[in-house]
């Protein structure tokens, strides 16, 4: 099955890789939280993100710099997180 132009611009992957340098939250299958700005991502959406502050139950618990973050860890991230009201 091929994937048109049209149908390939949509998926959210390319979004995802457009927003380098965007603030993000990324939740984790273990329910751990981070937010910080997201400086690269790849075709298997490990990122990495700059200024990084870990979560715990909606809390802040831990400050970082730069994280790494595998892909496969990944349960959700969320593009505009200053439009959600719950960290």
Do not use: T, W
């Not at 998926?11 to 910080?36: D, Q, T």
């Not at 505009?80 to 960290?87: M, R, T």
């Amino acid at each position: 099955m091929e994937i048109s132009a049209l149908e390939q611009g949509r998926r959210p992957i390319n979004r995802l890789l457009r927003s380098n340098n965007s603030s993000i939250v990324v939740r984790l299958k273990n329910n751990i939280e981070y937010k910080g700005n997201m400086i690269h991502c790849d075709n298997y959406m490990n990122l990495i993100l700059d200024n990084a502050m870990e979560y715990h139950n909606h809390k802040p618990a831990m400050s970082y710099g730069n994280i790494f973050i595998r892909g496969n860890n990944i349960l959700f991230i969320c593009l505009e997180p200053d439009k959600v009201d719950y960290l």
